[in-house]
């Protein structure tokens, strides 16, 4: 299956992208009704670059860089984020407020200019027939929705995901209609153990079965569900948020341990997804990275 | 007017280079823009052996700036000569390997195996490493141990220039120029990053995983060009600027203060094809200040 | 919990301290804030003549930074402790007097005629001076000259603490500290500002008359944090960090790394209340972080 | 007449204000048409923090820093801007685009939080039966909008005003309808010494009668007023517009040299307004200031 995945992350080629484009802000809209501004869950469509799908165009899994011009020194990084869907002319992407770049990105205004470089990274492997098991730790959504678009046999995905704002947050009526889907509110200890136990039939009955299991979240959520794609020798990929500062694999900021590489690999490019069996979630950076 | 500068016998159709660390092994940029656009290319730090560099988390952003503790990971020079060096444009634009090693052997070593290598135009001395046999303290922090690698780099270096780049944490920093500069460098490269840190009271733990890093970016661009003022007026030898450039102004006001080139580092973090940006718009603003030359405007600052 | 701290014979209600040339005498801030709410005040470097300081401009903005080349204009020793010293509260808040001289014997004579003000509660050396006896090196970038003048402000400093404040533009900065260390000094406070410049390209001219001046605010805050992490692991005596603090969260990070108290500077000037507010908020930043005592948090950096 | 302003210059009070207080922005209208954003005019109306009129009050010629919440750290500093009106719950000024922090400022919504504090600096004298001749080069007109509603007898006054930009831009119709004025355009050489003319010719009438002058603009305004002030030995008040870190007589970097004064006095705390015979504007200072 991975074979798409392990030639990327060879590190050799420079995966194609649109190079580095100024567009301008759509529209900005909050999806979630809570009244803290902190965990606050948006959309924000950003005008499509003409480039960006052209060539090999993009794949679910994919992300870009954005920096608003506005930023001038303050963040000084781009952040990156994953392309929830791309065509019809809008590029959107699904974002959560954690830290002081998503804050200000919610006072972005239409018309407002940004730069974005991208499609950047690696993709989600798509099995045609194969049953596909997402699993997505809240904001983790994102990519799953142009996941689901892509994939030619919808009926096969199944989609789980646990969340801790409340679910009419998340965007799932982009998906379409006839992706089976569960979700799972996590708002105290038993809810999250409840939500455990959930995740490890889902991936004990999908390992049964040699389907495919896509997970993308936090990194607590991917260490669980790597430990158990381990346990029940499923196959699973996962798709890392380590801290990038230039996203196309110049500065070795966001690197991580990959088995049988003799160096650290760059998320950004040969990433940032990897197969559970060969990826080294160290709990040092999990600690400082999410704190 | 013409953008072309020649100095340390490198002939560079404009004063724009990139960053060593920031630009990757220069192909990653190739999508962004044109790379023989550039006056000239400085790789990532090279080691004889591939390195691993430092644990996660290795990068973290400050006021203005950026803390970075890679800890010099990289291919190592066989594989960049190899694998990396022939897949870059070296012969429309100069390629300047930067050396990294821990003893003067070692830089030798580099040094005399690229002297031989047609697509290196010249090569960058990293001497911010600490010489263990010397007590720890860093090549590029004592006068006698920058001197000592300069040598061992240029007796090997053959036809290649040699270009000493400086660290800023030093209490004189025209001392290590001057070193440097008696032991045969061809031209200097300043500032390297200056000594920080940073930590997280929640977690309780500094943010990157080697506690201390290098700081770089906007946020340091006085201390680079104070260098750059100070070390000009001391020595005798073409100065490349750096610290903190983001903007086309920025590199007039390195030149301004005396150098003869100028290297984007950080900047390129802000948007991949800053470094051609800054190479597009500075015939522009040269033309909007009435600069004709760069002799009429280099270390013309009036006081 | 409670915000007390006591080190070097003071006892400061909590540790905001106000630094030196960024809270003009203290007066100037009485409008915006209740000056005994804060832990101490550090007023303007003080020589024993009045000093008129360096022409104009001497202030520019950098990159979330700002360069200051005052050259430190007072009134003089004797006008603060006759018309400023009487209207300050410093029975209810501690008043650090900082001092500035050029040479050893004038700093005694200055720590002399403070010793006996009932209103000061400590010395700060601020030995950033050049010596001109000494071949221009300043008194801060050189161990034995340290050494020198903390001896001399010690001898005739009577019961009063001295505070030694550091500058970072050194090699080793805990070289510097142990020597004033062992030369006597109660506590060191560090940082003091960066070497820097930034110029016009359109006036080509210097932004700062003098040329060079020191860089300082959220900028310089990882240089800062670096700086006390050293200092503390080096030498046993009590820290006041500064550099870059404009947040109670920042207050924390230098409390972290080793700092008993800390200084506000530069952020003074993006509000006037900001010292008061930071000494307001501290409270409960602590409560948030569950925090007990400072003797648990300081230095508890968990590497 | 001067006693006031050389009591405060004398560098022993603390000049009341009101502290420093956050506050919103009500209005925010450019008042010139011009295409380019560089030198346009806009009028800020704050929320007038209650204090602010009580006890002494503010006086014409005082001065505000403001800085908004949303600038973080850059600019690092608050902008120093002379009280237009403040009055019936709004704090206004006049101000042009010259740089990033006026450029920023053009950004602001209504709404929008504001750290201020003031009012600061001393005041330009009031000689309730002396006719006082204003001096306004371009943005300069800011004070005398203010110190004209606040003259007990208005037709006493009349105003000059130089300016660049179209002066539809600048809003003098909030001044009184009684003031004379007149106003002229710099757009040339020719323009330039046809008002320096007219300058000279109004000084030198002002100094025959013993009125007061005084005037607000740019630096190499200034001089010129001051050199012909100094000529005709008339008696004029400059107000100074030196770069300010703090505004409250911290920094010390808004300095100038006063004649009989032994140390260069503060301009935020001391000033801004000084008689034309005293204040050395320095050559030095004016190129690296007004770029
Ligand atoms: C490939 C990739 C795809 C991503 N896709 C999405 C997405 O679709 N939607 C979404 O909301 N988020 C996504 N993220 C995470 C997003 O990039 C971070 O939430 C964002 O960068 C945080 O910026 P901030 O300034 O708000 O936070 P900061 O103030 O910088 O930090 C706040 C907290 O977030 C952590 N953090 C900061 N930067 C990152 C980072 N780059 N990655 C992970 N954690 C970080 C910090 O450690 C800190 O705990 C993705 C990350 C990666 C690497
Ligand atoms: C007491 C006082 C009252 C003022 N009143 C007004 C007013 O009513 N309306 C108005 O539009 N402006 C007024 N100014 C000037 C105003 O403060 C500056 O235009 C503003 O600070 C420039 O900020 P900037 O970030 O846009 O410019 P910057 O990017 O900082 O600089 C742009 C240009 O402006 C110059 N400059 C920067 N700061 C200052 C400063 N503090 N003073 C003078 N020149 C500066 C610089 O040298 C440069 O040439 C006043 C200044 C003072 C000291
Ligand atoms: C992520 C990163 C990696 C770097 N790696 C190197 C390196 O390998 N060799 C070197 O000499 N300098 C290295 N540097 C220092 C830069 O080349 C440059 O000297 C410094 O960042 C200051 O310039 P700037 O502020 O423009 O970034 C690195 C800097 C960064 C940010
Ligand atoms: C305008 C200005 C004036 C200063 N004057 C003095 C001084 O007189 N004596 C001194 O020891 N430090 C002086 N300093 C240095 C500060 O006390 C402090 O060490 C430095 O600014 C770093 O802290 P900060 O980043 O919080 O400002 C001055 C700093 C500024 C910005
Ligand atoms: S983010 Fe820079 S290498 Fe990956
Ligand atoms: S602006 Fe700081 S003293 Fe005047």
Redesign the interface.
């Known amino acids: 299956m991975s074979d798409f995945i392990l030639a990327e992350q060879a590190d050799t080629a420079i995966p194609p992208t649109s190079g580095c484009i100024e567009t301008t802000v759509v529209d900005l809209t909050r999806t979630d009704s809570a009244h803290d501004l902190e965990n606050s869950l948006w959309l924000l469509d950003l005008q499509l670059p003409a480039s960006f799908c052209e060539g090999k165009g993009w794949q679910p899994g994919q992300f870009v860089m954005i920096r608003p011009v506005s930023w001038s020194f303050e963040p000084l990084w781009a952040r990156p984020f994953s392309i929830c869907m791309a065509g019809n002319g809008i590029l959107r992407i699904f974002f959560q407020v954690v830290g002081r770049g998503t804050r200000a990105m919610t006072k972005l205004e239409p018309g407002e200019q940004v730069v974005v470089w991208g499609p950047l990274g690696n993709a989600f492997s798509v099995e045609p027939d194969t049953p596909t098991l997402l699993l997505a730790g809240g904001i983790g959504l994102a990519p799953f929705i142009g996941y689901a678009w892509s994939h030619p046999q919808p009926d096969l995905l199944f989609l789980l995901l646990g969340h801790r704002p409340s679910v009419s947050g998340y965007p799932l009526h982009l998906l379409p209609e006839s992706i089976a889907r569960e979700t799972a509110r996590q708002k105290c200890e038993e809810d999250i153990a409840c939500f455990v136990r959930d995740l490890e039939s889902r991936i004990a009955e999908y390992a049964r079965i040699n389907g495919l299991i896509l997970a993308c979240g936090p990194h607590p959520f991917l260490r669980a569900v790597q430990t158990m794609a381990m346990q029940y020798r499923a196959r699973a990929q996962l798709s890392l948020e380590n801290r990038m500062a230039c996203g196309i694999g110049a500065c070795l900021g966001c690197v991580t341990n990959i088995a049988g590489q003799e160096l650290p690999v760059k998320v950004c490019t040969q990433g940032p997804i990897f197969r559970a069996e060969d990826v080294k979630l160290e709990q040092a950076v999990i600690d400082r990275v999410k704190a | 007017m013409n953008l072309n500068v020649k100095f340390a016998g490198m002939e560079l159709k404009n004063p724009i280079l990139t960053a060593s660390?920031?630009?990757?092994y220069g192909?990653?940029?190739?999508?962004?823009g044109d790379l023989t656009a550039l006056g000239g290319i400085v790789v990532?730090g090279l080691s004889w052996e591939?390195?691993?560099?430092n644990?996660?988390?290795?990068?973290a952003?400050?006021?203005?700036?950026?803390?970075?503790a890679?800890g010099l990971?990289n291919?190592g020079v066989h594989r960049f000569v190899e694998?990396k060096l022939p897949l870059l444009p070296w012969s429309e634009v100069p390629v300047i390997a930067n050396l990294y090693a821990c003893d003067a052997e070692d830089f030798a070593r580099l040094a005399e195996y690229l002297a031989d290598q047609e697509g290196v135009a010249a090569l960058e001395v990293n001497i911010s490493c600490p010489n263990v046999q010397a007590g720890g303290?860093l090549f590029g922090?004592?006068p006698r141990q920058a001197a000592l690698v300069t040598a061992a780099v240029k007796a090997k270096a053959g036809a290649k220039p040699v270009i000493v780049k400086l660290s800023p944490?030093?209490?004189?920093i025209t001392a290590i120029a001057k070193a440097a500069a008696d032991a045969g460098a061809d031209a200097l490269a300043l500032i390297n990053t200056?000594?920080?840190?940073?930590?997280?009271?929640?977690?309780?733990?500094?943010?990157l995983?080697n506690?201390?890093g290098g700081?770089s970016?906007?946020?340091?661009?006085?201390?680079g060009?104070?260098c750059v003022?100070q070390v000009s007026r001391a020595v005798d030898l073409p100065i490349i600027g750096l610290g903190?450039i983001?903007s086309a102004?920025d590199v007039?006001?390195y030149i301004?203060?005396g150098a003869w080139a100028v290297q984007i580092g950080?900047a390129?973090?802000?948007?991949?094809?800053m470094a051609f940006r800054i190479a597009a718009q500075l015939p522009g603003l040269l033309e909007e200040?009435g600069v004709k030359s760069w002799e009429e405007f280099r270390g013309?600052?009036?006081?």
């Open positions: 660390g920031t630009f990757g192909l990653e940029f190739a999508p962004y990532k591939p390195r691993t560099g644990p996660m988390p290795r990068v952003e400050t006021p203005c700036g950026m803390l970075n890679i990971q291919i694998d303290v922090q004592d944490n030093v209490t004189d200056l000594s920080g840190m940073a930590v997280d009271i929640r977690t309780r733990k500094p943010r995983a506690v201390i700081l970016g906007p946020a340091i661009k006085p201390v060009l104070r003022y903190g983001s102004e007039l006001e301004m203060v950080t390129n973090f802000l948007r991949p094809d200040l013309k600052l009036s006081i």
